[in-house]
């Protein structure tokens, strides 16, 4: 009996003399007896004798019924890897899984590691780790169908996650120097109030069109970052035009040699390699020398007397004078 009344198609059996002398009878529920929908079921049962009379319902045994086949979800904590990078995933099932291991799950471009259970028994969590030196837009975790739920029920099918990015492989340098006009003879202070230019030559950077180029100083950052997000139009022409602005200054220091370089980084992240090395000089402090004395070479009066009143009747003079320090040559 199914809590109290018979199955829908009831289950009964004729008792064999073998099994009265065994003291017990196996009866088989067929699955269409009418079990109705899942949950908690009472069981019992009742003898009726060859005259027809109908003994108590006894033996109540509890059980529970699961027919639904279960499912799980898998999530990645970071869908586009850079370099360094690493995501944890979870698995989260419907009901607690038998028989789930590592060996149940599959990954693209990348390995699965320090696979454990929670102390949730619905979840399980691993951590995975991406190939170096690739890019693969398309992956997806896959756990198949050899583990069941604690009823014996099994997977209607492989589960896959939502797709994740891998991108692990960074621009590299710019190969070609960079480029400052203003830089022949050093970079005044009007001119680095006005914004130095500089080109940066792309070829061989493996750069597109959303990846950032910087410029550094020194190997780092200015102190107001340069920086310029390339367009299609750039990568096309392979170089691209920056300026570093009057405001950028508190990376330029004191004046003297310095050195630039350019960098990508890629929509992912991922930091190329410095490259593409320039040495200027940085040099904002006017001179200080002043002119310490002039002459005219016939600074004549009008009765040819010589005087030095520079007011003179000779067109044709040769101008003299002396400074008050010596000046640095600037080639």
Same mark, same amino acid.
């Given at each position: 009996?199914?809590?109290?009344?018979?199955?829908?198609?009831?289950?009964?059996?004729?008792?064999?003399?073998?099994?009265?002398?065994?003291?017990?009878?196996?009866?088989?529920?067929?699955?269409?007896?009418?079990?109705?929908?899942?949950?908690?079921?009472?069981?019992?049962?009742?003898?009726?004798?060859?005259?027809?009379?109908?003994?108590?319902?006894?033996?109540?045994?509890?059980?529970?019924?699961?027919?639904?086949?279960?499912?799980?979800?898998?999530?990645?904590?970071?869908?586009?890897?850079?370099?360094?990078?690493?995501?944890?995933?979870?698995?989260?099932?419907?009901?607690?899984?038998?028989?789930?291991?590592?060996?149940?799950?599959?990954?693209?471009?990348?390995?699965?590691?320090?696979?454990?259970?929670?102390?949730?028994?619905?979840?399980?969590?691993?951590?995975?780790?991406?190939?170096?030196?690739?890019?693969?837009?398309?992956? !997806?975790?896959?756990?198949?169908?050899?583990?069941?739920?604690?009823?014996?029920?099994?997977?209607?099918?492989?589960?896959?996650?939502?797709?994740?990015? !891998?991108?692990?492989?960074?621009?590299?340098?710019?190969?070609?120097?960079?480029?400052?006009?203003?830089?022949?003879?050093?970079?005044?202070?009007?001119?680095?109030?006005?914004?130095?230019?500089?080109?940066?030559?792309?070829?061989?950077?493996?750069?597109?069109?959303?990846?950032?180029?910087?410029?550094?100083?020194?190997?780092?950052?200015?102190?107001?970052?340069?920086?310029?997000?390339?367009?299609?139009?750039?990568?096309?022409?392979?170089?691209?035009?920056?300026?570093?602005?009057?405001?950028?200054?508190?990376?330029?220091?004191?004046?003297?040699?310095?050195?630039?370089?350019?960098?990508?980084?890629?929509?992912?992240?991922?930091?190329?390699?410095?490259?593409?090395?320039?040495?200027?000089?940085?040099?904002?402090?006017?001179?200080?020398?002043?002119?310490?004395?002039?002459?005219?070479?016939?600074?004549?009066?009008?009765?040819?007397?010589?005087?030095?009143?520079?007011?003179?009747?000779?067109?044709?003079?040769?101008?003299?004078?002396?400074?008050?320090?010596?000046?640095?040559?600037?080639?």
């Amino acid at each position: 009996l199914l809590a109290g009344s018979s199955f829908a198609t009831p289950v009964t059996h004729t008792i064999t003399g073998g099994e009265v002398t065994a003291g017990s009878a196996s009866v088989t529920i067929a699955s269409a007896s009418g079990w109705g929908s899942d949950g908690s079921k009472t069981l019992t049962a009742r003898v009726t004798d060859v005259a027809g009379n109908v003994g108590a319902a006894g033996g109540s045994l509890a059980v529970t019924l699961n027919t639904v086949a279960p499912t799980v979800s898998i999530s990645l904590s970071d869908t586009i890897l850079k370099v360094g990078d690493t995501a944890t995933v979870t698995f989260t099932f419907s009901s607690a899984p038998s028989g789930f291991d590592a060996n149940d799950v599959a990954v693209q471009n990348g390995l699965l590691s320090a696979f454990s259970a929670t102390s949730n028994p619905l979840v399980y969590t691993a951590t995975f780790t991406p190939t170096n030196d690739l890019e693969d837009a398309t992956n !997806v975790v896959t756990v198949g169908t050899g583990w069941t739920d604690s009823t014996s029920n099994t997977s209607a099918g492989s589960t896959n996650s939502a797709n994740y990015i !891998v991108d692990t492989r960074p621009p590299t340098a710019p190969s070609a120097a960079l480029a400052v006009a203003v830089a022949s003879n050093g970079i005044s202070a009007a001119e680095k109030a006005a914004g130095v230019a500089v080109t940066v030559d792309l070829a061989g950077t493996g750069a597109v069109a959303g990846d950032t180029v910087e410029l550094l100083i020194g190997g780092v950052s200015f102190g107001t970052a340069v920086t310029h997000t390339l367009t299609g139009a750039e990568i096309t022409a392979g170089s691209v035009s920056m300026s570093i602005g009057s405001g950028s200054g508190s990376g330029w220091s004191s004046d003297g040699s310095k050195t630039l370089t350019a960098r990508v980084t890629d929509v992912a992240g991922n930091v190329g390699t410095a490259g593409g090395s320039l040495t200027v000089s940085l040099d904002t402090v006017a001179p200080t020398t002043t002119i310490s004395t002039v002459a005219f070479s016939a600074d004549t009066a009008a009765n040819s007397t010589t005087n030095s009143d520079f007011i003179t009747k000779t067109s044709a003079q040769t101008i003299s004078g002396t400074l008050s320090g010596t000046l640095a040559l600037s080639l």
